[in-house]
């Protein structure tokens, strides 16, 4: 889609619109799958860890290591995808939808999985671009610690699961539209309401079940071995609390989705982030 500007003598020249509130350039995705393999290391290094290593010798300081590494990172990839050619208007939707996102989690904090706010992150992520659906993801999670006190060795990991999610959502086909693309919208915020749980879980999981049960962690196993013990301790403890966290997404997804996407669609239009500037050679007028 494109509003035209006509040049003077050296041609005419185009500016684009741009959907895309945050464009990826080559340093913003250098900085994201930096910090997402950071997060992937975070989350399972233990599976892959020798037993006799100083790494599983000091293995109850690790949450915390990296609730001290994952912050820069993410202020790295922040800044990447805050160069010049997003613009304050960009910054503006994030910190607007990342107050929403705030105020939303602690409605459904305690309450059976109940969670409005993934709803805002999934459908942000899809209308607005991965890049921002990642920022969105990590910065309302922050955001909604600031406002509820939730600090602790979880929060990066809380951060970085729910920047997937965003980021995710954001990667989905573009191909998709109207109703097809609602039912794929809650079809993946199903299925990443119980991948959260499952990420979730694996950030402690290794360090607070004991070595005596057959849900326990146990170094040096295969990777396939440990995977299924994780797997069955989240059927045995958090599936009550996931499932209806997927289910309550789908429906509110279903319900809300179309209504979100076309709002926030029509401000990214409107708002015209990050503008291309396009040269087209002048034509020869007819004779």
């Known amino acids: 889609m494109a509003d035209g500007w006509a040049g003077r003598g050296g041609g005419e020249f185009v500016r684009g619109r741009s959907d895309t509130a945050l464009p990826l350039s080559p340093g913003a995705v250098a900085s994201l799958a930096a910090a997402s393999l950071v997060g992937l290391a975070a989350f399972f290094w233990p599976f892959v ?12 300081d690790a949450p915390f290591i990296f609730a001290l590494l994952m912050p820069v990172l993410f202020a790295v990839a922040f800044s990447q995808l805050t160069t010049p050619g997003s613009g304050a208007k960009a910054i503006a939707m994030l910190g607007v939808l990342s107050a929403l996102v705030a105020v939303l ?6 309450h059976a999985g109940i969670e ?18 990642f920022c ?15 600090f602790g060795p979880w929060l990066p990991f809380q951060m ?20 097809a693309e609602v039912w794929a919208l809650a079809s993946y915020g199903a299925i990443s309401s119980i991948a959260f749980g499952f990420l979730l879980n ?8 004991g070595g005596d049960t057959a849900l ?18 989240c059927l045995a403890t958090s599936l009550g609390y996931d499932l209806p966290r997927a289910v309550f997404t789908f429906v509110l997804t279903l319900i809300a989705g179309g209504p979100l996407l076309r709002a926030l669609r029509r401000a990214s239009r409107r708002a015209n982030f990050a503008p291309p500037i396009e040269f087209q050679a002048e034509l020869e007028p007819s004779r």
Request: proline share 8%; aromatic share 12%.
């Open 49 to 60: 860890a020798a037993p006799e290593s100083a790494a599983v010798a000091h293995a109850s």
């Open 216 to 233: 326990s962690f146990q170094p040096g196993d295969p990777v396939a071995a440990n995977l299924g013990r994780l797997m069955a301790f």
């Open 116 to 133: 409005p706010f993934w709803c805002i992150i999934i459908i942000g992520g899809r209308a607005l671009g991965p890049g921002f659906g």
């Open 136 to 150: 969105l993801g990590s910065v309302s999670i922050f955001a909604s610690a600031l406002l509820t006190g939730g």
């Open 105 to 110: 989690r602690p409605l459904g904090t305690g």
């Open 160 to 179: 970085i699961a729910a920047a997937w999610v965003g980021m995710g959502a954001g990667m989905l086909p573009g191909r998709l539209t109207g109703r």
């Open 202 to 209: 694996a950030w402690f999981w290794p360090f607070l079940t």
